[in-house]
């Protein structure tokens, strides 16, 4: 059977609508090829040429394979199937000969358009796909129709889409949450966003640069101030006088009285300072969970560092959301182990002099703890140093490049030199990542913390008090701290663009989008085990259990499928009398009581006939009223004035 061009076409745009949106991630020449195949099909469907020979089509195939090998050094896992996938149904396509081989690459379209999921399930990506089904099916209904237009075809499938709507919500209420991202097996599927367990000169500066959200939090009455808003992240203890990181991490653990504790918990001095907040945090492939300063309690499985770093026992690869508690005024490790305070003091030998020469001048000359470190904030505030995303390179003593040459930096910058000043003067000090603020989002009740509020600080640890948090960036740009980034930057040019300050109605469309694609989070992709069972059992489902909900799920399915049966059915068993046939028949009630019986095989001029020749008298009217009913109920002729002379002869015609 040889197929029709148009049907071809349809199959073309299945397979380009279903694979275009992974052009963003597949190599450069698995684009130029996969176009290159899907024009010439495009081609030899146009000028009725003949299909290429199988021998051309298998090299090509091995080719295909080779390629990806090259490029992922593998076959397998995501990034490699998606695209060996993707083009051995571009390839299917030179080989479309018959119903069998459309029907292969119906099926491939369907599965190629749940591999898009496996990269985004954003709101976008769910319009795309939904459309891609609507071609797909109106081609799976060319394949059986044939002679159908393009509307009518189009109308089947939304009608299809739509039938399976009732049954899609059923399956998506009931049926069993899957553990972790739908692409859990291979490794690859995981990708790192987000901060980073070590800190360099640029490092934060260019996460400044993502728009990227980073989560998400509902706080349960009135939030914070913005200057109070730090989000705790990794805590970096080791300088090699580049790079901060932290090597050795020890775990404080409130649930496992038997784990070896170096530290104390941190403790409250002013209980008033609570906050209740809800945080839905975007998978980056780390263990960190983002917490206010200082976290007291959270609603998912954790640990807390000997640092207070809050940290899920496994990666955090898929979206989760999680209730805390934060106190912001505390104490944290007054009586801090002599190992950590001697860790807290180490600097990498022979870098940066007169860093170091500077720091003991403080030492002798200031009176205390306090002094050194108010001066210290004072020379960043007085002495000509800027805030900026653009600093210039420094060199091997990268700190005095810093404090004595350059004086422009990024948060990570200030942090970092304050930190080496104060390890210089004998004060313990560390520095702490994470973000800092959050856009308030009225609309939707909620703050988004983006990639562009990432952050660093510093904490120094003083007698008596423990360690404390100390902002530089507060002292050279504290409207970085008070209104964001767009306010401490002079230039918003080099911002991202939602990091800039914008016009009322643009910030109105963009929370507005931002309150639907949160919605769309919490209810859809958020749909876990927890919510699930939630969810039941405000429904009334109590001791949720594996197997109730199994029954509940196939009872559910069942009767969903018997009302869309009975539905679609239903017209079979509905017989549809129109007017015309409503009137021939009140004429045959009149002859049968004049002993003249209609048979149930016998059709309108056949029955005329036998009445003409037992009635002769009535001939006449039997033949005008057989001739008006024919006109309207088989010769398409149901005019109103045609309907009225009807009723008019049969209502005249007396036995």
């Known amino acids: ?124 990506t769910a319009l795309m796909m939904f459309a891609s089904l609507l071609v797909i099916l109106s081609t799976w209904v060319h394949l059986h129709s044939g002679s159908l237009g393009l509307k009518p075809r189009l109308a089947i499938s939304a009608k299809l889409l739509l039938q399976a709507i009732p049954l899609t919500l059923l399956l998506f209420v009931l049926f069993p949450r899957v553990q972790g991202p739908l692409w859990g097996m291979p490794q690859d599927a995981y990708s790192s966003s987000g901060l980073s367990d070590s800190m360099a000169p640029g490092t934060l500066s260019k996460l400044s640069l993502s728009q990227a959200v980073a989560f998400r939090v509902s706080f349960e009455s009135f939030p914070p101030l913005r200057e109070q808003m730090y989000w705790r992240g990794p805590v970096l203890w080791d300088f090699d006088g580049v790079t901060w990181s932290n090597r050795d991490g020890v775990i404080w653990s409130n649930r496992n009285a038997g784990t070896a504790q170096r530290n104390k918990p941190p403790q409250f001095d002013n209980l008033d300072q609570a906050v209740e907040y809800t945080v839905t945090l975007e998978p980056h492939n780390k263990k960190w969970l983002f917490a ?50 001697q860790r807290a003091l180490t600097l990498p030998k022979g870098l940066n002099p007169r860093a170091l020469q500077l720091a003991a001048d403080w030492r002798a000359s200031l009176p ?12 960043f505030s007085r002495d000509g140093y800027s805030y900026t995303l653009e600093p210039p390179l420094l060199g091997a003593h990268g700190i005095d490049d810093f404090l004595f040459e350059t004086r422009q930096g990024f948060c990570e910058h200030y942090a970092s030199s304050f930190v080496f000043l104060m390890r210089a003067a004998g004060i313990p000090a560390r520095v702490v990542t994470g973000y800092q603020g959050g856009e308030p989002n009225a609309l939707g009740g909620y703050s988004i913390v983006r990639q562009s509020d990432a952050h660093a600080w510093a904490e120094v640890w003083l007698k008596d008090r423990g360690w404390i948090r100390i902002d530089p960036t507060a002292a050279i740009a504290p409207g970085r701290i008070q209104g964001g980034l767009s306010a401490a930057m ?34 859809i992709l958020g749909y876990d085990t927890e919510r699930q069972f939630a969810f039941l059992t405000r429904l009334g489902m109590e001791d949720i259990s ?80 057989t001739a008006l009913y024919l006109a309207m109920r088989y010769e398409n002729q149901p005019d109103e004035s045609g309907l009225r002379a009807l009723h008019r002869a049969v209502r005249a015609f007396k036995i």
């Open 368 to 379: 205390g703890d306090d002094a050194i470190i108010r001066t210290a904030l004072g020379r």
């Open 546 to 625: 594996w197997q109730k909900m199994a029954i509940n799920l196939l009872t559910g399915v069942a009767l969903t499928v018997l009302l869309i049966a009975i539905l679609l059915l239903r017209k079979l068993y509905i017989r549809k009398i129109d007017t015309a046939q409503l009137l021939y028949l009140k004429f045959c009630k009149k002859l049968s009581r004049g002993g003249l019986m209609r048979a149930a095989h016998e059709g309108p001029q056949d029955f005329a006939t036998r009445a003409n020749m037992d009635m002769p008298q009535h001939a006449e009217a039997i033949r005008r009223i």
């Open 1 to 124: 059977m040889k197929l029709e061009k148009s049907l071809v076409y349809g199959l073309l745009a299945s397979i380009l609508m279903v694979s275009a949106p992974h052009a963003e991630h597949l190599p450069p020449w698995v684009i130029a090829f996969g176009a290159a195949v899907l024009g010439w099909r495009a081609y030899l469907n146009f000028s009725g040429m003949a299909l290429p020979p199988r021998w051309l089509l298998f090299l090509l195939s091995i080719a295909s394979a080779a390629g990806i090998f090259l490029s992922y050094r593998t076959l397998f896992g995501r990034e490699a199937g998606v695209t060996l996938l993707i083009l051995l149904a571009a390839l299917k396509l030179l080989e479309l000969r018959a119903a069998r081989d459309a029907t292969v690459l119906i099926f491939l379209s369907c599965f190629i358009i749940i591999t898009n999921f496996f990269y985004s399930q954003s709101i976008p």
């Open 292 to 341: 206010l300063e200082m976290p007291t309690r959270l609603s998912v499985a954790n640990f807390m560092t000997d640092d207070f770093q809050v940290q899920s026992r496994n990666a955090v690869t898929a979206r989760i959301r999680y209730s805390a508690h934060s106190q912001l005024t505390f104490l944290a490790n007054v009586d801090e182990s002599p190992l950590q305070l």
């Open 490 to 523: 002079p230039d918003s040019a080099a911002l991202p663009f939602l990091a800039r300050n914008q016009s009322p109605w643009l910030l109105n469309i963009r929370f507005n989008l931002d309150m639907l694609n949160h919605q769309w989070n919490q209810w």
